[in-house]
């Protein structure tokens, strides 16, 4: 069994920042990718940004420059430190690590349960 926990979400005003964190635990054998993505009320689920394993990083146009993902692979750990925040930016915001939990086996999106971003005056 895996789980997939983040936190860090809340309430900021326009311009502020917050960081978001994903913890990653159970029976993982090996973790290929890890990002996050969000959704907005009424709107579409949308890649925010990606860390692939080797790969370096990919964001959505929206948030380059103002997003960064980062890893702390001893901690199976994901981070999204959000700057300059927007009220365009507030989402739900999911953790999705693509992982495998044995030798030879598919990798397999498992998805948080998500955090609440609000930015609003």
């Known amino acids: 069994q895996v789980q997939v926990v983040e936190s860090g979400g809340g309430l900021v005003q326009p311009g502020g920042s917050l960081r978001l964190s994903c913890a990653v635990s159970g029976n993982i054998f090996s973790i290929w990718a890890m990002s996050w993505h969000r959704q907005a009320p009424g709107k579409q689920r949308e890649l925010v940004a990606t860390?692939?394993?080797?790969?370096?990083?990919t964001y959505a146009d929206s948030v380059k420059g103002r997003f960064t993902i980062s890893r702390d692979n001893s901690k199976n750990t994901v981070y999204l430190q959000m700057n300059n925040l927007k009220p365009e930016d507030t989402a739900i915001y999911y953790c999705?690590?693509?992982?495998?939990?044995?030798?030879?086996?598919?990798?397999?999106?498992?998805w948080g349960q998500g955090t609440q971003v609000t930015v609003s005056s």
């Open positions: 999705v690590v693509d992982l495998s939990t044995f030798r030879g086996g598919v990798p397999y999106d498992y």
């Open positions: 860390m692939p394993n080797g790969y370096g990083t």
